[in-house]
């Protein structure tokens, strides 16, 4: 059976069950990944795989439910699970079918030259990476993880309301890390490269930042416990923006879970700090041109110059506060429910660099990394205290690096106290791509000796 | 859940190339997950994972292949593709299975399928009013419940083939607190490879008001002071720091590509006389417990540390292979989607002879962990850090006043050597464990501990 006969056969017998309107998000995955290991491939798997989702509406309530076995059986399945699941809910706010937007945009996110490239040719990339990573320096000690995946997708979104939608994608995903030795001193050091163009993909260059950033940890010591000046570095702020990005959902609004509610055209940051997300950029890695129920994406501005702009909605939420969808419904898969997350998320970039920050202090943190991101900090309040790496800077120069110490504060708080937004955006991929610049903030708690 | 002829036939085209060990994995496994929200239920869904995983080996090269197709065609051609990875001739070899029957160490009473979904959600809006109404100033109470029912069947070129089925339960209960503008969340995830009938056997009660008291507790907590303290480390999820910090770095994963500071020591001294590490797969019915691994070995008890002597590892085929010895029985896996690779099971801190009043006692000032939260380790440094979910200062002897938004940071290695105190009250404790073959249910669990000195980071100012 393929999967229009499914859906077709599905919505048919769904009817006659009882249910009023119903939706299928199907998806389908590729994967090849790769992973060298001392110029051997260590890891080598392939993958072809997805599944279905059903949710409709019975008795005023929407029901899911999921398989991943596309056969006669799934139906019954899918149609069972779904009233069962839609009989035990008491939620007041109703999710509906979406009937569609008037127009989507149209994103080019495949790759066809991509697609087309050999397991030979991604391999041998690999290995060309883990050998530029040991070429560079005798302190290199193993290159724990070089791997290289190709992923692609194709989601499609029909409904009985005639919305019928879909999208594809792939990406190169190219993760190195590398372990450095000194005696004893261990450091260690990553980098993650998203691309659809692998001609724009250097290995030299990437092995030599990733190589530069662990060796320049090595003799690393913890510091006085006190309050410095902090230069928050391009990915460590963009992991921050990450966890609390989930304030400007406006479901955790309407429940009390973030610390942003009911200030809506408030300034809640400094003016010079915009946050914007761009579900269209096209070097995006979580660009759409729908969302999870249909509805077209677009770009917006959740803060502007400081002041609280607008909160992400899907169709649910918008309906509660009487405005229209932002194209912010997501599902973690087909076995998710409709919740909201981010796609492309960042603070625009200022203008000073990352090395005229540095030279303007004398005597601060630059913080690299931060760890335990998923229980250091509080979602909701935005307090956090988490591990860190970086440097000490003296004199408006790097001094020496520093580990061992803890960072405690508030994001909220950095929002209306930073002072300088640098130029240097960068991205991580987490739950959403969310960028940052650099940024400087007045003082934080460091906790060290 | 799949032919046995179909099974052979793709073994034999998984080592059309040359490789000389193929399995395969077969799973079917039907979850449920409810969630309530303010005492509503908010979310229901259902389904089924189907899929099938296909491992070839030649020497220490591994390839692995999955798929949700079940058709004979496109699976035979999904191996011949991954068997396409290894250059060679066709290995000849005569299949004989010997299928494996074995007595359950997990009977299942209740099995979730079988329970209307009403009598779940009223597990879950009983446990929500125990914590909704501990106090006034409980805001908010989230319940989450699932429950799974996974069937694997193990089949590989060397014979093997062999059925397991693990049930499991679990229920999340997250309070939030508030006064003002101020908030604070306690949490607490009870969890069993059992069917509903865990949630007849615990006292709901407890786990409820716990959860609720944590927040609120917290909620008229000072901040942590920052520096280097001394640590008692309460008994059951307390254990998660050496699970993070010790367990993965005694994984085969790890020591075999000698990434790991325990790499080659075994008998040698990692830790005071006090520490005895254990990981065991066969305790009844326990959350990380399963009556086979995923590469169908039996589950077994591996004693890793002894008085503070290395004994052993968790160590998978492969590792196995590559460390020139014997699995351990500890291959697992999140699913078909995943190659498995050695992983924990129920792994714990074994019972010393101190009380844990004693432990207080003991300690003129430091910090007393009650309840820890997550945190995460780099394996390559063994730098690790977590958070502290509810915490007090210790002041002469005597617990005193809470304190919140502690972090603890240290090295795992070198925390192990700094354990002083043990204590009598072992527990375990319920967690998911991330790592290459992705998540999956394990326990972790210590009695009380104290560590002479850990780097405590927190925003109370100097």
């Known amino acids: 059976m393929d999967i229009i006969q499914f859906k077709d056969k599905l919505f048919e017998q769904g009817k006659q069950m009882g249910f009023l309107d119903m939706e299928v998000y199907y998806q389908k995955n590729g994967k090849f990944s790769t992973k060298i290991y001392k110029g051997e491939v260590d890891d080598y798997s392939i993958a072809n795989d997805g599944g279905i989702s059903l949710r409709g509406i019975y008795k005023g309530q929407m029901g899911y439910a999921y398989a991943e076995k596309i056969d006669a059986d799934s139906i019954q399945l899918l149609l069972d699970e779904a009233i069962d699941n839609a009989n035990i809910l008491d939620s007041e706010d109703q999710e509906t079918i979406f009937e569609g937007s008037p127009s989507y945009e149209k994103l080019d996110l495949y790759s066809e030259k991509l697609d087309l490239l050999s397991s030979e040719e991604k391999i041998d990339l690999a290995k060309q990476l883990e050998n530029e990573c040991f070429s560079l320096s005798d302190k290199v000690d193993s290159v724990n993880y070089c791997v290289f995946q190709e992923l692609n997708s194709e989601r499609m979104i029909a409904n009985t309301k005639g919305l019928e939608v879909s999208e594809k994608g792939n990406v190169a995903y190219i993760f190195v890390s590398v372990v450095v030795k000194e005696g004893e001193d261990i450091k260690n050091a990553s980098k993650l490269t998203l691309t659809r163009d692998l001609s724009s993909f250097e290995p030299a260059l990437v092995a030599k930042e990733v190589v530069n950033e662990a060796l320049s940890q090595l003799g690393a010591d913890s510091i006085e416990s006190k309050k410095y000046p902090i230069i928050l570095k391009n990915k460590a702020a963009a992991s921050l923006l990450q966890v609390f990005s989930s304030s400007f959902s406006a479901e955790n609004v309407q429940k009390g879970k973030s610390r942003l509610q009911g200030k809506l055209g408030r300034e809640i940051a400094n003016e010079i700090i915009t946050i914007v997300d761009d579900p269209h950029k096209e070097d995006g890695f979580a660009s759409r041109s729908f969302d999870s129920e249909g509805v077209a994406t677009k770009r917006i501005e959740v803060v502007s110059k400081g002041v609280l702009n607008t909160f992400m909605h899907n169709l649910k939420t918008a309906k509660k506060d009487n405005v229209t969808s932002t194209g912010h419904g997501s599902k973690g898969s087909y076995k998710g429910t409709i919740q909201l997350s981010p796609t492309n998320m960042f603070i625009e970039p200022g203008e000073t660099s990352y090395d005229d920050l540095v030279k303007g202090e004398r005597e601060a943190i630059v913080v690299t990394d931060l760890q335990g991101l998923h229980s250091g900090a509080n979602p909701i309040n935005g307090d956090f205290s988490l591990a860190a790496n970086g440097y000490l800077v003296r004199d408006g120069k790097i001094d020496r690096p520093v580990n061992q110490i803890t960072v405690a504060g508030n994001f909220f708080t950095i929002l209306e106290q930073v002072e300088t937004v640098g130029a240097d955006l960068e991205f991580t991929l987490s739950n959403g791509y969310i960028g940052s610049p650099s940024l400087k903030i007045k003082s934080l708690s460091i906790g060290g000796k | ?462």
């Open chain 2, 1 to 462: 859940m799949l032919q046995q002829s179909i099974i052979e036939d793709l073994i034999h085209a998984s080592l059309s190339t040359g490789g000389d060990f193929a399995e395969i994995f077969v799973e079917d496994k039907f979850n449920s997950n409810i969630s309530l929200v303010g005492g509503k239920i908010e979310n229901s869904v259902s389904g089924r994972d189907y899929g099938i995983g296909i491992r070839i080996f030649q020497g220490l090269n591994s390839v692995y292949a999955y798929t949700n197709e079940h058709d004979r065609e496109k699976l035979l051609a999904i191996a011949a593709q991954a068997a396409k990875a290894i250059k060679g001739g066709p290995t000849n070899i005569t299949l004989d299975f010997t299928r494996k029957s074995f007595q359950t160490r997990h009977p299942i009473l209740k099995y979730p399928r079988h329970v209307p979904k009403t009598e779940k959600v009223e597990v879950i809006k009983n446990v929500y009013d125990i914590a909704k109404n501990y106090d006034e100033q409980i805001s908010q109470v989230s319940v989450s419940y699932l429950d799974e029912d996974q069937k694997v069947l193990i089949a590989n070129s060397e014979g093997k083939f062999v059925e397991d089925q693990r049930v499991r339960s679990r229920l999340g209960i997250q309070a939030v607190a508030t006064k003002g503008t101020e908030m604070q969340t306690g949490f607490y995830g009870p969890g069993a490879h059992k069917g509903f009938e865990f949630f007849d056997q615990i006292d709901l009660n407890h786990y409820g008001s716990e959860a609720a008291r944590i927040a609120v507790t917290m909620l008229h907590a000072d901040e942590c002071p920052s520096g280097q303290f001394p640590v008692i480390i309460d008994n059951e999820f307390g254990g998660v720091i050496f699970h993070e910090a010790c367990g993965h770095g005694l994984e085969a994963a790890a020591v075999a590509k000698k990434n790991s500071v325990f790499a080659d020591r075994i008998g040698e001294k990692v830790a005071p006389d006090i520490v005895t590490y254990i990981d065991d797969g066969t305790l009844a019915n326990e959350w990380g417990s399963a009556n086979v691994d995923d590469e169908g070995e039996e589950a077994r008890k591996n004693v890793l540390i002894e008085n503070g002597i290395l004994k052993g590892y968790l160590i998978d085929k492969l590792g196995a292979r590559r460390m020139g010895t014997e699995s351990t029985g500890s291959s697992r896996r999140e699913s078909y989607k995943y190659a498995p690779t050695s992983r924990m099971t129920n792994t714990f801190i074994a019972s010393g002879k101190s009380t844990p009043e004693e432990i207080i006692a003991n300690t003129e000032y430091g910090i007393y962990a009650k309840y820890m939260g997550g945190g995460s380790v780099n394996p390559a440094t063994g730098d690790y850090n977590f958070a502290i979910n509810e915490g007090y200062i210790v002041r002469d002897g005597k617990i005193a006043e809470p304190v919140r938004g502690a972090t603890l940071i240290g090295n795992g290695p070198k925390t192990l050597q700094k354990v002083d105190m043990v204590g009598n009250n072992l527990a375990h404790g319920q967690g998911m464990c991330g790592a290459s073959s992705g998540s999956i249910p394990a326990n972790v669990g210590q009695p009380t501990i104290r560590v002479s000195e850990i780097t405590v980071g927190g925003r109370k100012e100097q």
